[in-house]
Nanobody, 117 residues
Framework: VQLQASGGGLVQPGGSLKLSCIVS????????MGWFRQAPGKERESVAT????????YYADSVKGRFIIYRINAMNALYLQMNRLKPEDTAVYYC???????????WGQGTQVTVSS
């Protein structure tokens, strides 16, 4: 499976960004998917998860009420709408199946999000 995340950038606190992830290979429409992030010096963490049919969405407490995860199965696409961004949201963001399969390593390059004035 190949995962290509994009849409990151530099934004001021309080601003918004929309991340996109295009998935090739695998069985996207049958897979629960998630967004993860890794800040400098920190471990990678789960940010949001969406079920295969979009019937369930789950968020880390730190982003609940500000981020929205959604997907378009016909396009093998996963999205993360990020609103009211904070400096602590600064990280490299990745998409991946969620929960992660054992020994998962196909992270791709991710997309950098920097929240700063």
């Amino acid at each position: 499976v190949q995962l290509q995340a994009s849409g990151g950038g530099l934004v001021q606190p309080g601003g918004s960004l929309k991340l996109s992830c295009i998935v090739s290979g695998g069985t996207f429409r049958d897979s629960n998917m998630g967004w993860f992030r890794q800040a400098p010096g920190k471990e990678r963490e789960s940010v949001a998860t969406i079920t295969a049919s979009s019937s369930g969405r789950y968020y880390a407490d730190s982003v609940k009420g500000r981020f929205i995860i959604y997907r378009i199965n016909a396009m093998n696409a996963l999205y993360l709408q990020m609103n009211r961004l904070k400096p602590e949201d600064t990280a490299v963001y990745y998409c991946a199946p969620s929960p992660l399969p054992p020994d998962f390593s196909s992270w791709g390059q991710g997309t950098q999000v920097t929240v700063s004035s």
